[in-house]
C-alpha cells in the first residue's frame, strides 16, 4: 500500500449534511463480502452485482473492507484494499446519480496508526464518508494510547467507532474508553458489537456521559441480538439528569444477506410497528437470532462466519462459489444443515424472490 504523508495543515473531511441526516434516522448498512472466482481471484461483475442488491434492497450504506469483507485483502500479494474501494465508489455514484439519492460510504480501517492513515487518506480519495475504525491492533494498549491513535484517524476522516468481539479478533473495551473516545469531535457514529449486553450498556453508557450523545448515531453490530437492539430504548442516569438513547440502525455482517427483508424489518421498527405486541417481537428476534446461529457459525465459535454468509449468497446465485482468501475457511460440519433448517422455518426471513427478479440485471 503506497505510503501518504502527512502534515499538520491537512483537514479533516466532513461528512455531507444529506448524509448525517439518514445516518442519524437509522438505516442498514451490510457489511460487504468478497467475490471471488474460483481461482481466489476478485469477481469484479459479482462484486458489483453484490453491491447493486444491497443498494437496489433499500440498503442507506455499505461498509467496504469490513471484516465480512476479509482483512487479507490488504496483505500485498492479494492488495484489493484500494481495488474494492475503487469498485464501490464508482457503483455508489452511480445509483446516487440514477435515484438521487445519497448512500452512506464507509471504509474499513484497522492496523496501527500509520497503516491507519493510509487507509484513511484511500478512503477519503475514493470519496468515502467515514471510517469503521477498528482498533483491535492495538491488544495490550491503555486507553490513552488508542484514544491517541483514534484522534489521528479523526483528523483525516468522520470516524466510526467499532465495538468488535473478541471472537473475531477485538478486546475489551471500557465506559471510560468510549466516553473519551465519543468526546473525538470527528466520532460520528459507533457500531456496538461485543456480542455482550453488560459491554453494549458499557457503550452506550460512554457515549451519554460524553456530552455528545445527541452527535453520535449508535449502529447495532451485534448479530445475536438485531431486532432487541433496535427496539430498546436505553434510559441512564448522569448528573441527576435521565437520558434517553436508542440504537438508530444496524451495521451488519447478517444483512449481507436476505437484505431487503431487514429493511423491511428496520422500517417496521421505525413505524412502532412491534410497539404493541411484545411476545411476538421477541418471537421474531429469537427467529433472527436463530438464523443467525446458523449463518455465522456460532456452534464453532464463529470459525464459518463468512462462508456461511457466502452459502446464503451462493444459493441465491449472486455468488459462484463459497470461496474466501483462506483456503482453509470452509463451512463447519453440520452448518450447511443448520442453514437449510433456518431457511425452511422461518421463510419470511429471505428475499430470495426479490434477488431472483433482479439477479439478471444486476450482473449485466
Excluded at 444529506?18 to 481466489?40: E, F, M, Y
Amino acid at each position: 500500500m503506497e505510503s501518504i504523508n502527512y502534515s499538520k495543515e491537512m483537514k479533516p473531511e466532513t461528512i455531507p449534511s444529506d448524509v448525517t441526516a439518514i445516518l442519524q434516522k437509522g438505516v442498514v448498512i451490510p457489511a460487504l463480502p468478497l467475490a471471488l472466482n474460483s481461482n481466489r481471484k476478485l469477481d469484479e461483475r459479482r462484486q458489483r452485482a453484490l453491491i447493486r442488491y444491497y443498494l437496489d434492497a433499500g440498503a442507506g450504506g455499505i461498509a467496504v473492507a469490513v471484516h465480512t469483507t476479509q482483512f487479507a485483502i490488504r496483505q500485498p500479494e492479494v492488495n484489493l484494499y484500494a481495488p474494492l474501494l475503487k469498485i464501490a465508489g464508482e457503483e455508489f455514484t452511480r445509483f446516487s446519480l440514477e435515484k438521487e439519492k445519497p448512500v452512506i460510504r464507509i471504509a474499513g480501517v484497522i492496523g496501527k496508526t500509520a497503516q491507519a492513515l493510509n487507509e484513511a487518506q484511500l478512503a477519503s480519495d475514493n470519496g468515502f464518508h467515514a471510517v469503521l475504525l477498528s482498533v483491535a491492533a492495538f491488544k495490550d494498549s491503555s486507553n490513552s494510547e488508542i484514544i491517541e491513535h483514534c484522534k489521528a484517524v479523526a483528523g483525516i476522516m468522520p470516524v466510526i467507532g467499532f465495538y468488535l468481539q473478541p471472537a473475531v479478533g477485538g478486546r475489551k473495551l471500557d465506559v471510560n474508553f468510549w466516553r473519551e473516545f465519543a468526546q473525538i469531535e470527528n466520532v460520528i457514529a459507533i457500531k456496538i458489537a461485543p456480542f455482550n449486553r453488560y459491554q453494549t450498556l458499557d457503550t452506550v453508557r460512554g457515549v451519554i456521559e460524553s456530552g455528545r450523545a445527541n452527535d453520535i448515531a449508535l449502529y447495532t453490530g451485534n448479530d445475536d441480538n438485531i431486532l432487541v437492539d433496535l427496539l430498546t430504548e436505553y434510559q441512564i442516569n448522569h448528573n441527576k439528569q435521565l437520558f434517553t438513547k436508542r440504537i438508530a440502525g444496524g451495521l451488519l455482517g447478517h444483512w449481507a444477506v436476505w437484505t431487503q427483508s431487514a429493511v423491511k424489518l428496520l422500517n417496521s421498527v421505525h413505524n412502532g410497528d412491534f410497539d404493541t405486541n411484545i411476545q411476538q417481537s421477541l418471537a421474531t428476534a429469537n427467529k433472527i437470532t436463530d438464523s443467525n446461529a446458523a449463518f455465522f457459525d456460532a456452534a464453532n465459535n464463529f470459525a464459518g462466519c463468512i462462508v456461511g454468509l457466502h452459502e446464503v449468497l451462493r444459493r441465491q446465485g449472486l455468488l459462484e462459489g463459497l470461496w474466501t482468501l483462506d483456503r482453509n475457511e470452509i463451512l463447519s460440519p453440520g452448518q450447511k444443515e443448520e442453514i437449510d433448517r433456518v431457511y425452511a422455518a422461518y421463510p419470511e426471513l429471505n428475499d430470495d424472490s426479490f434477488v431472483a427478479d433482479n439477479i439478471g440485471r444486476w450482473l449485466s
